[in-house]
T-cell receptor
Framework: GENVEQHPSTLSVQEGDSAVIKCTYSDSASNYFPWYKQELGKRPQLIIDIRSNVGEKKDQRIAVTLNKTAKHFSLHITETQPEDSAVYFCAAIDGSQGNLIFGKGTKLSVKP | NAGVMQNPRHLVRRRGQEARLRCSPMKGHSHVYWYRQLPEEGLKFMVYLQKENIIDESGMPKERFSAEFPKEGPSILRIQQVVRGDSAAYFC???????????FGPGTRLTVL
């Protein structure tokens, strides 16, 4: 089955800097990779996703890149703001079943 | 269009009692997924259901846990004879047919005393 590794587990940046979170996956059949943001005590919220027929996708300050050959994908947040502070989870769809396999999360802290 | 609804939001049970968690998917969504999140950890898949069918329950413990998604009404995750290790946040997510995008509910935080 699918396995997703996520790094780093914690990330601290200054407001205005960029943040990058990286994930690798194991199942070459996976074709859908969402990113979720979870604030303390709240539900995971989908912030961006990418499918395997696309190499990069951007939505304002957030972008995701996918390297199918290397089986890794990354989240890029530019011009970070304090409200970006949260735990971010990457996920990959289990190619054979349809459920999501999540990374262990990255706690992002943006210092004003 | 209301989002995914879960209730109760908080549930306290004593060891040995039963816990019933309910999830109402978004309108038009026929797929429901349940995930468990331990403190400071990621989300672990438990079970995937469509109306009246369990599609994949490979992440759900074989004993004490069961799930259903009836033709009418919410999806139910049932935990019998709860133990302290069952304390966690339980999230459900729903998706419409023919799409991978999953939207999460607010979760039920189960505490077992």
């Amino acid at each position: 089955g699918e396995n997703v590794e996520q790094h780093p587990s914690t990330l601290s940046v200054q407001e205005g800097d960029s943040a990058v979170i990286k994930c690798t996956y194991s199942d070459s059949a996976s074709n859908y990779f969402p990113w979720y943001k979870q604030e303390l005590g709240k539900r995971p919220q989908l912030i961006i996703d990418i499918r395997s027929n696309v190499g990069e996708k951007k939505d304002q300050r957030i972008a995701v890149t996918l390297n199918k050959t290397a089986k890794h994908f990354s989240l890029h947040i530019t011009e970070t703001q304090p409200e970006d502070s949260a735990v971010y989870f990457c996920a990959a769809i289990d190619g054979s079943q349809g459920n999501l396999i999540f990374g262990k999360g990255t706690k992002l802290s943006v210092k004003p | 269009n209301a989002g995914v609804m879960q209730n109760p939001r908080h549930l306290v049970r004593r060891r040995g009692q039963e816990a019933r968690l309910r999830c109402s998917p978004m309108k038009g969504h026929s797929h429901v997924y349940w995930y468990r999140q331990l403190p400071e950890e990621g989300l672990k898949f438990m079970v995937y259901l469509q109306k009246e069918n369990i599609i994949d329950e490979s992440g759900m413990p074989k004993e004490r846990f069961s799930a259903e998604f009836p033709k009418e009404g919410p999806s139910i995750l049932r935990i019998q004879q709860v133990v302290r290790g069952d304390s966690a946040a339980y999230f459900c997510a729903s998706s419409p047919p023919y799409t991978d995008t999953q939207y999460f509910g607010p979760g039920t935080r189960l505490t077992v005393l």
